[in-house]
């Protein structure tokens, strides 16, 4: 070997081991003495037996000190505990045997299924949003196999859709049932912030076993700290990545963005960030364009991407909503009303948008779904008049047209939790129904 070998290895090298110290405890972040250490990198706190050590990431600096955000239950911490870099940021294990299984919120196994199997890949949590100048173009539709979405709001390969909806109006269902429906090859799903209660209700009844074979669950609970609720987040969008740069067809699903923003808002109070709107610090609005610009088309395969959003009492001008909507390329919106009315999945079509339909369907489906959406707006816009038995058939010709064609209308919004739409059969259901 010649000398510049040696010479380049012998500057790489680190003959002292550097190590901090903990300086203080405050809320839910570490203060600590670590020379050379940066923001997102993983440190190890050496806690006494039978403790052993806890893994915490760098989130900012307090003049000479770090602020670091442990990885997992802080008891036992002390002062002057060793803080130990380690020189660098989240990494996760991936490959095809991810699928099939459930991930924590660090990318770890947590099925009880033993190491994941099979080649893997170390793969980097953070990473760069794709090119968009090499981007493909949303050109073809990704059949989610439920009318409403595949008759009225074409989604395409590579969009992004945000699911807009309160508690209990049956997002999770609509979640399982699209899992088992679409035709994407692979499917990644993130609970972040769930119930503990409700993980194995998602995986056994609205996911089912047919829905897990081909897809990777990511679950971080609301009992576990901010950071790796928040990490859970950016962990699923890397499995996507590493399937999509592989050059599959994808379906990321994001439950809910709204709780990632809030991990978020934890970690920049935390860190010392003031509140901006509404008690939302700047790190939120500048995390969720960076987090969800990820996603998308690439080179070779593509991510289509859904993330349901809260929004409490329909407020859709709440800060997270607002963001989220103007990012990305679609909102569906689920109301309480119409489900209390008996129709399932409650999606209000007529505020709902999908911004790409228009890109990947033909001019006979583009004219159907518009023609609809007259029938139904003419028919809402006399609803009240039409229960009250108030309305004069003959006084308007657009709403008599609505009111002869309600029923099948109705019949093609609704549809069973375990029953199949093709994408086919869709598009004949939604002539049918303006017939």
Known sequence: MSLDHFRQRLTAADPLATRGRVTGLVGLTVRAVAPSVRVGELVVIERPLPLG??????????????????????????????????????????????????????????????????????????????????????????????????????????????????SGVGKSTLMGQIARQCSADVVVIALVGERGREVREFLEDSLGEEGRRRAC?????????????????????????????????????????????????????????????????????????????????????????????????????????????GILDGHIVLDRAIGARGRWPAVDVLVSLSRVMDLVVDERHRASAQRLRQLLAAYESKRDLVALGAYQRGSDRATDEALAKIDKIEAFLRQRRDERSSFEDTRRALEDAIR
Do not use: C
């Open 217 to 325: 669950v990511v679950v971080a609970t609301s009992d576990v700290p901010a950071l790796v609720r928040l990490r859970s987040a950016f962990v699923a969008t890397a499995v996507a990545e590493f399937f999509r740069d592989r050059g599959a067809k994808v379906l990321l699903m994001m439950d809910s963005a709204t709780r990632v923003a809030r991990a978020q808002r934890e970690v920049g109070l935390a860190a010392g960030e003031p509140p901006a709107r509404r008690g939302y610090p700047p790190s939120v609005f500048a995390m969720l364009p960076r987090l969800l610009e990820r996603t998308g088309s690439g080179e070779h395969g593509s991510i289509t991407a859904l993330y349901t959003v809260l929004v409490e009492g329909g407020d859709m001008e709440e800060p997270v909503a607002d963001e989220v909507r």
């Open 53 to 166: 050590p806890l893994e915490a990431e760098v989130v900012g600096f307090d003049d000479h000190t770090a602020v670091l955000m442990p990885l997992g239950d802080a008891s036992g911490v002390g002062l002057d505990d060793a803080v130990l870099p380690t020189g660098a940021s989240m990494k996760i294990t991936v490959g095809d045997g991810v699928l099939g299984r459930v991930l924590d919120g660090l990318g770890r196994p947590m099925d009880g299924l033993g190491p994941i199997l099979g080649p893997t890949h170390e793969w980097n949590v953070e990473r760069s949003p794709p090119d968009p100048m090499k981007r493909r173009r949303v050109e073809a539709p990704l059949s989610v196999g439920v009318r409403v979405i595949d008759g009225l709001l074409t989604a395409g390969e590579g969009q992004r859709v945000g699911l807009f909806a309160g």
